[in-house]
């Protein structure tokens, strides 16, 4: 965001600062990129300062809340419409990611091994070999069980977190439905792919190692959402 | 006011000067459009600009910011010819059955 004429912003009063910031939220939110916002968005702090010197406030000056002033503005210079926005799609999908990964090494795995632990003590009381096919049986479904459910933890968090960071944007509806199945795909494609590196590697911790089954996993799941974004634009 | 008669206000203010978006709100006002407040000037002006009716240029300032000056172009000029003549018309067409019907607060 410009506020007009860098090294002057010391000379903008807060007070119109935190309009110009507004303002240039609500269009970024929109998704209108910077090359078209900077320019208005100087002329309008420009206008502001002009009026604050006359000890005119902001919101006297535009007689309009904020959020309404940007979108008239949005909708006379021909902004709103449907702008791709892959990049804040990305950022938002990336920070719900990496708090779905946190919360799923923080919440899934130790609960996994209380899961297990518990299975042991009842596979004991009940007098079956602990070391019998049966409690291995049994262990395999819990893991895979836990891990579906954080599969599909991870999806929500990450739609929601898209959700949130293009809550302005046009077609949002549709790129979720559609990224919900493409990343429901993606992952049915993705995680055996990421299984069978690890089987390759004999489960080798090593960065290299990790780094491809990461970055197989998040690469898949971040086409996915782009494809959603680029078929939702295409839907009349 | 009438839909359309801010802008034919808008094209008149700025014909006689060019002006910045709100310097020229300030004008209106002061010329009796009291309601008239910057956030409606502002994407009007916007409006006005993207068909092609108004110019804008930008102008340096010694104590601020450069600012944007909206002045109108030909097409600007050739319409507003064209609203202020329709804007007489209709006004007194409209002038003539108030004063037909009696209900023109002269006749009463």
Known sequence: ?236 | MLRGSLDLCVLAALDQRPSHAYELATRLAEAGLGEVSYGTVYPLITRLRRSALLHEQQQSSPVGPARKIFSLTDTGRAALADWLAQWQRSTRDVEAVLHATGAWVGER
Not at chain 1, 76 to 105: C, D, K
Not at chain 1, 185 to 198: C, D, E, N, Q, T
């Open chain 1, 1 to 236: 965001m410009i506020i007009p004429s860098s090294g002057r912003n010391r000379d903008v009063p807060a007070a119109v600062q935190s309009v110009i910031r507004e303002v240039d939220r609500c269009w970024r939110r929109l998704g209108v990129p910077r090359v078209l916002r900077d320019p208005v968005v100087a002329d309008v702090s420009a206008d502001l300062h002009a009026a604050y010197g006359e000890e005119r406030t902001p919101e006297m000056v535009l007689g309009t809340t904020v959020a309404k002033f940007a979108e008239q503005v949005a909708q006379e210079n021909g902004w709103l419409v449907a702008w791709p926005m892959y990049g804040r799609l990305l950022a938002s999908a990336a920070v719900g990611a990496v708090g779905a990964i946190g919360a799923g090494f923080a919440l899934v795995l130790p609960s996994m091994y209380l899961v297990l632990a518990a299975v042991g003590h009842v596979v004991s009381w009940a007098g079956i070999d602990a070391a019998g096919y049966r409690e291995g049986h049994v262990d395999e479904v819990v893991v895979y069980a836990m891990y579906a459910l954080f599969g599909v933890g991870f999806v929500a968090v990450v739609l929601s977190a898209v959700r949130r960071g293009l809550r302005a944007a046009v077609q949002l509806r549709p790129t979720l439905r559609a990224g919900l199945v493409l990343l429901a795909v993606s992952a049915a494609v993705s995680v055996p792919l990421a299984v069978a590196i690890g089987h390759a590697s004999h489960f080798s911790s090593a960065p290299l190692v990790v780094a491809a089954e990461f970055g197989l996993v998040l690469g898949l799941a971040a086409g996915a959402l782009i494809a959603a974004r680029v078929w939702a634009l295409r839907l009349p």
